[in-house]
């Protein structure tokens, strides 16, 4: 069984910033997934951005050159830095971990919420 815990949600104002964590615990293999996905209200939960632990990174359009996703294999954390928000960021994001051998976990969600 694995845990995610996310932190750093919040209110900021259109431009600002914000980011996000995730610290993974439990029965972790490699390789896997850690990444963030977000849904708005009235819709479908969206991908944000992912991180392999290879290294390979895949950001939706919406969020390129705004977004940037790292993590640390060791501790098994990702985080998600965001800058430039803007009200259409609005929305809970989750953080996801899935493998092949671990599984496919998903944290409690954080809202996010950006202020025109």
């Known amino acids: 069984q694995v845990q995610l815990v996310e932190s750093g949600g919040g209110l900021v104002q259109a431009g600002g910033s914000l980011r996000l964590s995730c610290a993974a615990s439990g029965r972790i293999v490699s390789p896997n997934v850690m990444g963030w996905y977000r849904q708005a209200p009235g819709k479908q939960r969206e991908l944000a951005a992912t991180?392999?632990?290879?290294?390979?990174?895949n950001y939706a359009d919406s969020v390129k050159g705004r977004f940037t996703i790292s993590r640390d294999n060791a501790k098994n954390t990702v985080a998600l830095q965001m800058n430039s928000l803007k009200p259409e960021d609005t929305a809970v994001y989750y953080c996801r971990l899935f493998g092949v051998i671990t599984g496919d976990y998903w944290g409690q969600g954080t809202q996010v919420t950006v202020s025109s």
């Open positions: 991180m392999h632990s290879y290294g390979n990174i």
